[in-house]
């Protein structure tokens, strides 16, 4: 094929020109291209937010913004970055990308509804945007009773139906995704032949529809209560505010796992490709997936412990928390005896995928600290539980959101990124997310706690750490966003499989045809089928 | 790929569910105005469980539809089941040790 036919040739990109070509699109690849424009705005203005509040704790004294507005940065960062980023990121760019071109479809099985999806996704994004303008919102990303309801002068009833409206986002993806799975695999993608990435996505699905309903219906009640003064939530009124934790929580903890989950699927693909051996394990791997899908709807209480929960509930909840450790660690042990014998290469979406194991590693570990009724109470609300949770959620699924963001990325465009670069931003993330977490879980620990801006002099140290760790990051996190956009033009030309890959997606032309394939696929082979490639490392640099 | 001939109920079945769901809309308001101690609730809770079943057979076509389908719609009732169960783990026992 010359060059100049190659230049001709109909991509996704290129089939449609104007903003009404995208605006309208019902291509499964656009709108993945859409969700990726929009959530990377909302991670930097998530992350706008993220520096003030760790400029503000340099000082123990509180003296660059007032409480009020330290209230409200924390609660519009955890907002903007769970709702507007972390629960669509993965699924909803990646997985709305790869997952009907890695079963061999032409395009979900609803496009349609895929692009109301983001539609629904910006018009919650508008309101939190508005609730954020006209004055912000201080009651915690987590809202609770009685204060979102009777007591914050704030914006709650924006913010809550932004939520609401992003919520319906995820459920007809997670919907999407389900019936694709189901109905749209090409002749001989049997469920076991099924990459990882799709597995994952399938267990991601079933928590987005069987979950976010619940959230919906939650913050309908706060609405009602706050509006109306229907006595939900409210003791005053003949509620139980402990009553919102539960509705709360039954959502929004399953939700780490619709953060996570999506990150181990494409971390299984990544460890595959670049040791060129088949998943280790590949069934165990396949159904831990929905292990933690189905065990992450029994433990939501461990929120709870310091609440008011019975101690019988609390002990129930403790011990069904711990069970989620056995499909983690299946999947952390199944990846490492992956690499064992591999031919491994460290290009970067590698070093992602090393990342994302140490990182969600010692996330899990510290996991169940707190799911521990002991332990729990003496860290409740300290910044051990914020730098447990953001080593799940920052270290393991924006880890993993980046690793695929580079393994994809010349398929996505055709173009190759700058490796060097590329390596280099992998270890500044690297580096400075544990310079930035990692002392607050020493801060946690020695007492530290969350949502306060005024703290004893001896905590600043460590606070002084954390905030030159977040600049660190913060240089990671802008590095790939210039040379992302620079490979656009100068990135070299990808060819169709530049990693030498089995899976699908990488059968096909690089940026894809509108319609994924010329011609659907059959599939002969299991996933990740390496043999009689061994030795053949992929070549990086 | 399954293929599956679409079942479809006569216009005299739907208007019988209609009319059945009006009826125990009416009786659930009815029964409000009558003191049944703490059986208010269990009536109240039965005739809506009973309109959720009309609904969900007859108008959602669950009746008539695949295996699956009635699996998606256990798997939600199974889902409503942990939600309240779970829940009830807490109120129920506030009063045993420690509440």
């Known amino acids: 094929m010359t060059t100049a036919v190659a230049e001709e040739r109909e991509t996704y990109l290129n089939a449609g020109h104007g903003v009404k070509s995208w605006l309208l699109t019902k291509d499964h690849k656009r709108i993945g291209l859409l969700y990726l424009f929009t959530i990377t705005f909302f991670f930097f203005i998530g992350g706008v937010f993220a520096t003030l509040i760790r400029l503000e704790l340099l000082s123990p004294h509180g003296n660059l913004v007032s409480s009020e507005t330290y209230n409200k940065l924390f609660t519009m960062h955890g907002v903007v970055m769970v709702f507007f980023f972390l629960i669509p990121s993965i699924p909803a760019t990646l997985g709305n990308f790869f997952l009907p071109l890695m079963i061999g479809a032409r395009d979900l099985a609803f496009p349609r509804i895929n692009l109301l999806s983001w539609y629904l996704l910006v018009i919650g994004g508008l309101f939190a945007i508005f609730a954020m303008v006209a004055g912000g919102v201080d009651t915690g990303w987590t809202f609770y009773t009685p204060y979102s309801t009777s007591y914050s002068n704030t914006w709650v009833i924006a913010t809550a139906l932004g939520i609401f409206v992003a919520g319906f986002s995820s459920i007809l993806t997670g919907l999407n995704f389900i019936v694709t799975v189901h109905r749209m695999r090409c002749p001989g993608m049997t469920w076991f032949r099924m990459p990882l990435f799709v597995w994952a996505h399938y267990a991601t699905a079933l928590i987005q529809v069987l979950g976010t309903p619940v959230l919906a219906v939650t913050l309908v009640l706060v609405l009602c ?253 802008l590095m790939p966003l210039i040379y992302f956009m620079w490979s656009l033009k100068y990135g070299a030309i990808a060819g169709r499989n530049p990693w030498k890959a089995t899976g699908l997606e990488w059968q096909t032309d690089s940026p894809p045809p509108v319609h994924n394939f010329d011609e659907i696929p059959i599939v002969t082979r299991e996933a990740y089928d390496y043999s009689g490639t061994v030795g053949q490392e992929v070549q990086v640099g | 790929m399954t293929t599956e001939t679409e079942h479809v109920d006569s216009v005299k079945t739907y208007a019988v569910v209609w009319i059945a769901l009006l009826i125990l809309t009416a009786l659930t308001t009815g029964v409000a105005y009558i003191d049944l101690g703490p059986f208010s609730v269990v009536v109240a809770l039965t005739i809506a469980v009973c309109k959720m079943l009309l609904v969900a057979l007859f108008f959602m076509h669950v009746r008539h539809s695949t295996k699956l389908t009635k699996l998606v719609v256990l798997g939600g009732l199974l889902w409503l089941a942990i939600l309240l169960s779970l829940t009830m783990a807490d109120f129920a026992t506030r009063s045993w040790i420690g509440a």
Not at chain 1, 274 to 281: E, H, T, Y
Not at chain 1, 381 to 388: C, E, G, L, R, S
Not at chain 1, 430 to 438: C, D, K, V
Not at chain 1, 440 to 445: E, I, K, P
């Open chain 1, 225 to 477: 209560e706050r509006m109306f003064h229907i006595g939900i939530f409210d003791p005053a009124l003949g509620g139980d505010p402990v009553l919102f934790q539960h509705l709360f929580w039954f959502y929004s903890h399953p939700a780490v796992y619709i953060m996570i989950l999506p990150a181990m699927g494409v971390i299984s693909e990544l460890v595959s490709t670049f040791s060129r051996k088949a998943i280790f394990g590949y069934g165990f791997v396949a159904f831990s997936s929905v292990a933690i899908a189905v065990l992450g709807f029994l433990v939501w209480g461990h929120h709870l412990f310091v609440s008011g929960q019975s101690l019988f509930a609390g002990m129930v909840f403790s011990f069904l928390s711990y069970f989620v450790a056995i499909p983690s660690a299946i999947k952390v042990f199944n990846w490492t005896a992956t690499l064992y014998k591999g031919s491994i290469s460290y290009a970067t979406p590698m070093l992602y995928a090393f990342g994302f194991i140490g990182l969600f590693t010692i996330g899990g570990l510290t996991g169940l600290f707190v799911a521990c009724l002991g332990i729990d109470v003496h860290v409740t609300d300290t910044y051990f539980v914020v730098a447990h949770f953001h080593y799940i959620m920052v270290g393991g699924a924006i880890m993993g959101y980046l690793g695929g963001l580079h393994y994809w990325w010349p398929k996505i465009t055709g173009r190759m990124y700058p490796e060097g670069w590329a390596k280099l931003s992998a270890l500044v993330i690297f580096l400075g997310f544990n310079l930035t977490f990692f002392p607050q879980f020493m801060l946690g620990y020695l007492g530290m706690p969350r949502r306060y801006h005024v703290y004893p002099d001896e905590f600043q140290v460590l606070h002084v750490l954390s905030t030159a760790g977040a600049s660190v990051l913060a240089v990671g996190y």
